[in-house]
Antibody
């Protein structure tokens, strides 16, 4: 069974750093792209970027380029999304999802989401 | 960048047919995927490659794509179909994935 399990909810202060994770199981982790999707409170889905764990090839949405870093450790089948300096506007639910086929593919499996709250 | 336009809301009575549109420049030349998201839950893929259904998705869900509009059709709508629905494509010019703004389906 394919599963993506994300790390737990986080409460941080502005300016702090954060790294959240997404662990894949039940499939060949290095053979599928993993994407990150932001959902701000009461808003829609926003594509942030994707990574190919096999070689760490990464693509970013222009809206998130330079604001976050996407990485992966294939030895432990885990993808990451990190911030060096959080802002209140980073408060959102973040989902990881597997891209079923690249590039024109669909996100066929999703993590349960990680809620990030940034507040002073 | 490529823009996908969805109506913010669609309302339908139980047992009727709901149609949710996703507009984009020449979207008929792209592969369109649809997701259902219920409150407090992660999105779920309901249609991929314009009209294919993943296993476990009822046949009541179907999709089409032509010209500048893709459509998700839900036949014999049930109360449990009430959710937000999002379309998604890959924009080849930027090599980026794009989501539509989402449509809230209300079952009257």
């Amino acid at each position: 069974e394919v599963q993506l399990v994300q790390s737990g909810a986080e409460v941080k202060k502005p300016g702090e750093s954060l790294k959240i994770s997404c662990k894949g199981s039940g499939y060949s982790f290095t053979s599928y792209w993993i994407g990150w999707v932001r959902q701000m409170p009461g808003k829609g889905l926003e594509w942030m970027g994707i990574i190919y764990p096999g070689d760490s090839d990464t693509r970013y949405s222009p809206s998130f380029q330079g604001q976050v870093t996407i990485s992966a450790d294939k030895s432990i089948s885990t993808a990451y999304l990190q911030w060096s300096s959080l802002k209140a506007s980073d408060t959102a639910m973040y989902y990881c999802a597997r891209l079923g086929s690249y590039p024109s593919g669909y996100f066929d499996y999703w993590g349960q989401g990680t809620l990030v709250t940034v507040s002073s | 960048s490529y823009v996908l336009t969805q109506p913010p809301s669609v309302s339908v009575a139980p047992g009727k047919t709901a149609r949710i549109t996703c507009g984009g420049n020449n979207i008929g030349s792209k592969s369109v995927h649809w997701y259902q998201q219920k409150p407090g839950q992660a999105p779920v893929l309901v249609i991929y490659y314009d009209s294919d259904r993943p296993s476990g998705i009822p046949e009541r869900f179907s999709g089409s794509n032509s010209g500048n509009t893709a459509t998700l059709t839900i036949s014999r709508v049930e109360a449990g179909d009430e959710a937000d629905y999002y379309c998604q494509v890959w924009d080849s010019s930027s090599d980026h994935q794009v989501f539509g703004g989402g449509t809230k389906l209300t079952v009257l």
